[in-house]
């Protein structure tokens, strides 16, 4: 190769490396908690499709949920529990991302005129400004169910069953989380393959297919799963 | 055949560069790229201009020498070296535009030509056996499984050209390094430096600049010796190991 006079900020080598200090300790990072995120949701889903069970059920879910493992866990301990857990795995994942992101700029400053996106799919592009998406919409999402609650109906706000029935009745509301899980599904069907990958479990062909082929299953069952709520209250099928 | 070609000129390092357009005639199908670029340039000596820089040595598709961005694709259409690309992959009256490799680790030297200095900066930390010399130990007294052997034999085709660098839209050269660690990593001479040659080779590729890897797989479709991506997990789990052991 050419051995010409190099401007570039690498010339010298690198002496006493740590693993921890790469790259690819920060993807491990996001896989990790993006993990965490997959079982998360999972979980949530289930929640959500209780709804088809009809208002007791999914109140004594949204219950249970509180008075899981009293008296030796306070009430609402549990859920405290995941939440702290949760912030702290989207804090990692959102840092290590905005991390690699101004790298991946910094790595490439001109850009081709031309450049064509041969094997990649369309979510693996998607990957940055989805997860900005998918961030603006939990902020949303919580504010309304969780912090706010906000009944755009008017009605009560204390009955969690009635408080998403009168919720997903308003068109615009259904549409919001439709857009929201199609990025959700989206950002999955990437994400999962990706985590798989950086964790080092796909090092032959055929792990890599199985890998790719489950993200893509998972993101559609997850993603279509928390869309049949607002889908059928819409429809009328899910009432008060 | 007539094409019209756009392609990036830049008088050196320090100089902004710019596409310029050129017109080139009587282009056989037959030719590779990198003959229809010495047609252009004979025409461009003819006429008293510059001649247009760009990189090649064997022209055989081993050596990892040429390499150009042409119509968006890392050694353009088909999967193989600019030098192994024949115009017969296009058409007349096409336009066909050409780019140097564009990342901040390989600096435009002139034209279409780039220093891959990192790629070696990286080998050294790294992407070698140590061995004390003296007379060759009986070849049988280190043996070697048929499929790590053939996995090795694989990715060591690697020649280090630099298109999964230019390909990458995050500018990460992690599958030239999977392609390294998977090829020593397999063989039993490669283990005593198995996890110092992990981390130091990926702290130097962090350091030269290039981007971090997002497991979208541009690399391998541009890749001309179909380097596959599992060596990314090669790679991934290597690391992952090393940190296990302390490094």
């Given at each position: 190769m050419l051995s010409v006079a190099i401007q570039n900020s690498g010339t010298t080598l690198v002496k006493?490396?740590?693993?921890?200090?790469s790259t690819i300790f920060l993807k491990i990072l996001m896989a990790a908690s993006g993990t965490i995120f997959i079982g998360f949701v999972l979980v949530h889903m289930y929640g959500n499709l209780r709804a088809f069970w009809g208002h007791d059920a999914y109140d004594a879910y949204a219950e249970g949920l509180r008075t899981f493992g009293t008296p030796d866990l306070p009430y609402g301990g549990l859920l405290w529990i995941i939440r702290a857990v949760l912030v702290i795995s989207l804090v990692v994942h959102v840092y290590c991302a905005a991390t690699l992101w101004r790298r991946a700029k910094r790595a490439r400053t001109i850009q081709y005129q031309v450049k064509k996106h041969t094997g990649a799919i369309f979510a693996s592009r998607l990957m940055r400004w989805g997860g900005v998406t998918l961030l603006v919409f939990i902020v949303w999402h919580l504010l309304e169910f969780?912090?706010?609650?906000?009944n755009v109906a008017g009605?009560?706000?204390?009955d969690p069953y009635n408080l998403v029935v009168d919720s997903f009745n308003t068109w615009w509301l259904t549409l919001i989380y439709l857009v929201a899980m199609a990025m959700l599904g989206a950002h999955l069907h990437h994400g999962i393959w990706s985590a798989t990958q950086t964790l080092g479990l796909t090092g032959s062909e055929r792990s890599r297919t199985l890998a790719k082929r489950s993200a893509f299953v998972l993101a559609v069952v997850i993603a279509g799963g928390f869309s049949l709520v607002p889908i059928f209250v819409l429809a009328g099928v899910i009432t008060k | 055949m007539k094409l019209t070609l756009k392609i990036w000129r830049q008088p050196d390092a320090a100089t902004a560069g710019s596409m310029h357009t050129y017109d080139v005639d009587?282009?056989?199908?037959?030719?590779s790229f990198l003959e229809m670029l010495d047609v252009l340039n004979e025409q461009l000596n003819a006429k008293g201009e510059e001649p247009i820089a760009f990189d090649s040595d064997c022209?055989?598709?081993?050596?990892?020498?040429c390499g150009l961005m042409i119509n968006g694709e890392a050694h353009g259409?088909?999967?193989?070296?600019t030098c192994q690309?024949?115009?017969?992959s296009f058409s007349d009256g096409d336009t066909i535009t050409i780019e140097p490799w564009r990342s901040t680790a390989f600096p435009?030297?002139?034209?279409l030509v780039v220093d891959r200095g990192a790629f070696d900066r990286i080998i050294q930390q790294g992407g070698y056996i140590s061995v004390n010399t003296g007379s060759a130990p009986e070849a049988h007294s280190v043996q070697v499984p048929k499929e790590a052997a053939d996995r090795a034999f694989d990715v060591a085709?690697?020649?280090?050209?630099?298109a999964c660098v230019a390909a990458c839209p995050n500018g990460s050269a992690s599958l030239f390094m999977g392609a390294k660690i998977t090829h020593l990593g397999e063989?039993?001479?490669?283990?005593?430096e198995r996890d110092s040659r992990v981390v130091n080779m990926v702290a130097q590729h962090d350091h030269e600049g290039f981007g971090g890897c997002t497991n979208i797989g541009e690399c391998t479709a541009a890749c001309p010796k179909e380097i596959p991506l599992d060596v990314i997990s090669q790679l991934n789990r290597d690391l992952r190991t090393a940190i296990k052991h302390g490094h």
């Open positions: 006493g490396a740590r693993a921890t200090q969780t912090v706010g609650k906000i009605g009560a706000t204390n | 009587d282009v056989s199908g037959d030719m022209r055989e598709g081993i050596c990892g020498m259409p088909v999967t193989t070296t690309l024949h115009m017969r435009v030297v002139k034209d085709t690697c020649i280090g050209c630099g063989l039993p001479q490669g283990q005593a």
